[in-house]
């Protein structure tokens, strides 16, 4: 049996158990990380919804979360565009749009209220998107809700590797590593590019590609580009996904990927240790603290006494007991307790962050 201790084991690594992991990494602890996957990143861009509200009710803690969780996503080569006082209204896969206040940088351009031409840009033989559907239903809503730009349906041709089918996952793991695919790519856009003050395509640029090298590309098609979430996986989800854990492991967090824990052990109101569920061995990781950010997975671990949260994020009975003193939930298992969106799993991972540094 293998035995690892940590001052912080966080379960989850979604857009909240990341930002914990942030937040603890920043204050000197060691982490380390638990997860089976990618987290709700695989069904989504990683935008930051429409801040106001939410900061208007937590403002402090609101704003340190949210400068923070984008500091390290600027530092791991993925910067975010926008402010808590600003809304934008970018385009989704399924023709409406989305409310943000934040995004990555390949998706900001995306803003319906300017004036613009855009084409919405499909692949011949990809069947996960219909760019006449999508361009009709933005042009629809877009009317509907009085925003100017107008969106015009294309359609490119892409070579396709032998014995495969044409997807979204094939061609951005092209754009990643194949240097004739990104000029293919270039090519087969540059026609469009002369018509158009947009680009808006469903995932492509890469599941590990950086700022430099997307860049790099909108710059030399001399056009603006707007990605859109793909129907899962997410390309932009997983390259925010991929690009936040490697410099999260280049900090020193510690990563058991691909596994799911098998139990956790409270004893006395405190959660003593987790068992990690590998195969041919047992893996027991200690700890002083310990963060569930498995959204509604995490209540089986709880267990059925889980009612609700205290001011410091441990779980509590109806009674109003807490499970265990050392023991923090946070992101998508609150979603009856205060939200399920990005706005709020940074809040909430930021806040369980420094509760146990300040209960330390």
């Avoid at 939930?329 to 540094?357: E, K």
Wanted: with cysteine; hydrophobic share 40%.
């Amino acid at each position: 049996m293998e035995n690892y201790h940590f001052d912080l084991i966080v379960i989850g690594a979604g857009m909240s158990g990341m930002t914990a992991v942030i937040t603890a990494l920043n204050q000197g602890l060691r982490v380390g990380i638990v997860n089976t996957g990618f987290g709700l990143f695989v069904f989504g861009s990683g935008c930051i919804e429409n801040c106001q509200t939410l900061h208007k009710e937590a403002p402090e803690n609101f704003n340190k979360a949210i400068d923070l969780f984008l500091e390290n996503a600027r530092l791991a080569e993925c910067p975010f565009y926008g402010s808590i006082n600003e809304i934008r209204y970018l385009p989704t896969i399924m023709g409406g749009f989305q409310a943000v206040s934040f995004a990555p940088f390949y998706l900001w351009k995306g803003n319906a209220s300017e004036s613009i031409r855009s084409a919405v840009v499909g692949i011949n033989g990809v069947s996960s998107f219909n760019a006449d559907y999508t361009a009709e239903r933005l042009n629809y809503t877009a009317k509907f809700n009085d925003f100017k730009t107008n969106y015009v349906a294309k359609e490119i041709n892409l070579s396709i590797k032998p014995k495969s089918v044409a997807s979204m996952l094939q061609f951005a793991n092209r754009f990643d590593f194949d240097s004739r695919f990104y000029d293919e790519l270039q090519e087969a856009l540059k026609p469009i590019s002369r018509e158009a003050d947009l680009i808006i395509i469903p995932g492509i640029f890469g599941l590990r590609s950086k700022f430099q090298k997307i860049y790099d590309f909108e710059h030399e098609l001399d056009c603006n580009l707007c990605e859109l979430s793909n129907i899962p996986p997410s390309i932009p989800g997983l390259r925010l996904f991929n690009v936040l854990i490697a410099h999260l492991r280049k900090n020193g967090a510690e990563f058991f990927s691909g596994f799911s824990v098998k139990n956790l052990e409270i004893k006395n109101g405190h959660c003593q240790t987790i068992e990690v569920d590998i195969p041919a061995r047992s893996l027991c990781i200690d700890f002083d603290s310990i963060i569930l950010a498995t959204g509604q997975f995490s209540k089986s671990l709880i267990g059925l006494d889980f009612f609700d949260v205290d001011e410091w994020l441990r779980p509590i009975t109806k009674s109003g007991t807490v499970i265990a003193d050392n023991l923090y939930a946070i992101g998508d298992l609150l979603r009856n307790v205060g939200g399920n969106d990005n706005r709020h799993s940074i809040l909430t991972g930021y806040r369980a962050g420094m509760s146990i540094v300040e209960r330390r």
